[in-house]
């Protein structure tokens, strides 16, 4: 299985201030297609998850501008330039390269 | 605007078979290209995928739990429902049914749209 190992677990954030977090895979997440099927989450308090962003970069329809994706074939990296009161909650990335799916552990998101 | 419900028991004893069934509303089951899939969560840890169903039947399931697990579709009623036998205490969570958007042509897969999650505790 490929493993996700996400980076902070938990990550205290100031209202308006940037936020970052890591996803690494233990193996390259580009398809044999060449696509790399590497997605972020959001789960609210007591929500389902939502999806923010899918193929590295792409935001979803309705996601906020201040969500954005990057990186490559293990490392990859989810920013909000500018933290709001409603991003608090568990962030996950998730990989539909290879079977089984798999997801990161879940990096929480507060505010200070 | 396509919803996904999940329904079944809350309670399950030890040894016994979960079952829960996904009802698919706003969206035919049948339509686009889609897999099916539920995925758990326990309580205050991360998600872990359990399988996926297409509508031609086709599935694939995680290692994990595919001597267990079962996921079958039902287009007539727009649904897709999960089976897991032998249960114990380690398979109590919140299950989640979840539509995979599979786009082939544009190199797009992705889990669009959850159901809210129904809480199963497996106990005596």
């Known amino acids: 299985d490929i493993v996700m190992t996400q980076t902070p677990l938990s990550s205290p954030v100031t209202l308006g201030q940037p936020a970052s977090i890591s996803c690494r895979s233990s193996?390259?997440?580009?398809?044999?297609?060449?696509?790399?099927?590497l997605s972020w989450l959001q789960q609210r308090p007591g929500q389902p998850p939502r999806l923010l962003i899918y193929k590295i970069s792409n935001r979803f329809s309705g996601v906020p501008d201040r969500f954005s994706g990057s990186g490559a074939g293990t490392d990859f990296t989810l920013k909000i330039s500018r933290v709001e009161a409603e991003d608090v909650g568990v962030y996950y990335c998730t990989q539909a390269t290879q079977f089984p799916w798999t997801f990161g552990q879940g990096t929480k998101v507060e505010i200070k | 605007q396509v919803q996904l419900q999940e329904s079944g028991p809350g309670l399950v004893k030890p040894s016994q078979t979960l079952s829960l069934t996904c009802t698919v509303s706003g969206g035919s089951i049948s339509s686009g290209s889609y897999y099916w899939s539920w995925i758990r969560q326990p309580a205050g840890k991360g998600l872990e995928w359990i399988g996926r169903i297409y509508t031609s039947g086709s599935t694939n399931y995680n290692p994990s739990l595919k001597s267990r697990v079962t996921i079958s579709v039902d287009t007539s009623k727009n649904q897709f429902s999960l089976k897991l036998s032998s249960v114990t205490a380690a398979d109590t969570a919140v299950y989640y049914c979840?539509?995979?958007?599979?786009?082939?042509?544009?190199?797009?897969?992705?889990?669009?749209?959850w159901g809210q999650g129904t809480l199963v505790t497996v106990s005596s």
């Open positions: 979840a539509r995979f958007v599979i786009a082939a042509a544009v190199g797009e897969y992705y889990f669009d749209y």
């Open positions: 193996q390259s997440l580009v398809h044999s297609d060449g696509n790399t099927y």
